[in-house]
């Protein structure tokens, strides 16, 4: 699986928009990209997830570059229980599903 | 549908007890997965099971830990002879196909203090 590189922790003010960024350089043609948040030891929580195309839901919306080596997740409007560590993770088609975590983005909105 | 079950939430097993950790993955999922997360560090990857198979063990310590996800009832996560250094929080994840675009739900994990 392709590795990624996302700072290690940003600072949100509430109500307004959390850009998250990704780098995935190494990322190959039919591996996925996936965002994941761990709220305070709890476990993680599926957020949004992309091949190529941008995707929206009704939690954030997800950005990937033109060339894929990149991508944003973005959550519109913050809030503090937004606050979180958040993880890129890209995946192979046929890995069984298995992720893999790295160090992630500790987000702290602030009021 | 409920989502992944793990129980119980908190265990607390003295050095050289073993410890059982139970996951219900969601309805109609047939992968489970377990991780581990020990005290201000990141998830690790343990194993990944189908209904009565083994797929992939490689995060596994080699001795002492065990698992199985049966044909009926939930996947268990044994560790035998437990170690302080085995307090740690298991999560249990479950997908439903192996298709690249489906994602895993997590269960709320287990904390496993080893006194």
């Known amino acids: 699986d392709a590795k990624t590189t996302q700072p290690p922790s940003m600072d949100c003010a509430e109500g307004r928009a959390a850009n998250l960024p990704c780098n995935h350089s190494?990322?190959?043609?039919?591996?996925?990209v996936y965002w994941y948040r761990q709220i305070h030891s709890q476990g993680p929580q599926y957020i949004i997830h992309?091949?190529?195309n941008n995707e929206t839901n009704e939690m954030a919306s997800l950005i990937i570059t033109e060339d894929r080596k990149s991508s944003t997740l973005i959550l519109p409007h913050a809030t503090l229980r937004d606050t979180a560590v958040y993880y890129c993770?890209?995946?192979?088609?046929?890995?069984?599903?298995?992720?893999?975590f790295g160090g992630g983005t500790r987000l702290m909105v602030k009021p | 549908n409920a989502g992944v079950m793990q129980n119980p939430r908190h265990l607390v097993r003295r050095r050289g007890q073993e410890a059982r950790l139970r996951c219900s993955p969601m309805?109609?999922?047939?992968?489970v997965y377990w991780y581990r997360q020990l005290p201000e560090e990141g998830l690790k990857f343990m194993v990944y099971?189908?209904?009565?198979?083994?797929?992939?063990e490689s995060g596994m310590p080699k001795e002492r830990f065990s698992a199985e996800f049966p044909k009926e009832g939930p996947s268990i996560l044994r560790i035998q002879q437990v170690v302080r250094g085995d307090s740690a929080a298991y999560f249990c994840?479950?997908?439903?196909?192996?298709?690249?675009?489906?994602?895993?739900?997590f269960g709320q994990g287990t904390r496993l203090t080893v006194v």
């Open positions: 994840a479950s997908s439903p196909d192996l298709g690249g675009s489906t994602e895993a739900f």
């Open positions: 190494t990322i190959s043609g039919n591996e996925y």
């Open positions: 992309g091949l190529k």
């Open positions: 993770i890209v995946r192979l088609n046929n890995a069984g599903n298995m992720l893999t």
């Open positions: 309805k109609g999922h047939s992968h």
């Open positions: 099971l189908q209904k009565e198979n083994i797929i992939d």
